[in-house]
């Protein structure tokens, strides 16, 4: 290997364990921001691009406009004029663990997966008191050409379970309220199927999500 050779591939190395650090900061801020309800703030963590995809446990949403339809309009945030009121009591916060994060060879893309155990508080039934939400994330990220910055490309939430604290999360699984919209906004499309949550008459599935590995580059990209 030639000098200029063993150049190239410890830059390589360096921009590849760059890529994870930054992908581990996208989780956190989501986390953080989220739970503040700096959704606004959060939608900057996003590429700017008609094929942004989010997917929720209640349906899609398509493109950049779609995944700011979903945070900021459905779920709203801390600037609006009448979030003290209907943020009282309210508390959301996941956190973000297990991670597996495999950056492409081109260096323009990584995959991510992630176990996110949390717990959610609002007047919604069944959350007035508090409930366990947990879930899992499948992630792509994209190195944005137009800044050198990595941001959110794709995403999906799978849900595991959700239930009132006081009761056992073996118990059947608490329905989510609104599948299909929240408050009224719809979604872009539904989910192809209905996604796994826990049951006592129920499988885990093996991989939902995938664990990412190793890949050279992203289709189309």
Not at 81 to 86: H, I, R, S, V
């Amino acid at each position: 290997m030639t000098d200029l050779e063993l150049e190239k591939k410890l830059l390589l190395q360096a921009a590849r364990l760059e890529a994870i650090q930054a992908c581990r900061n996208l989780m956190g801020k989501y986390s953080y921001y989220h739970t503040a309800f700096r959704n606004k703030d959060y939608i900057k963590l996003w590429a700017k691009r008609d094929d942004d995809l989010l997917v929720m446990p209640f349906g899609k949403f398509f493109g950049y406009d779609g995944v700011y339809r979903c945070y900021v309009e459905c779920h709203g945030d801390r600037s609006d004029p009448d979030f003290g009121q209907y943020a009282k009591g309210l508390m959301m916060m996941h956190q973000m663990d297990t991670e597996v994060i495999e950056v492409a060879g081109d260096g323009k893309t990584a995959k991510a997966c992630f176990i996110s155990p949390g717990h959610e508080t609002s007047p919604a039934p069944g959350k007035e008191k508090g409930a366990w939400s947990w879930g899992k994330y499948d992630v792509v990220f994209i190195k944005d050409e137009t800044d050198g910055q990595w941001k959110f490309w794709k995403l999906r939430l799978y849900p595991l379970f959700l239930m009132p604290l006081g009761h056992s999360w073996a118990e059947q699984a608490v329905e989510i309220q609104g599948r299909g919209s929240i408050e009224g906004i719809p979604m872009d499309a539904p989910l192809d199927e209905p996604p796994y949550e826990y049951g006592p008459d129920k499988i885990y599935p093996a991989d939902e999500p995938k664990v990412p590995r190793p890949y050279e580059s992203y289709p189309g990209i």
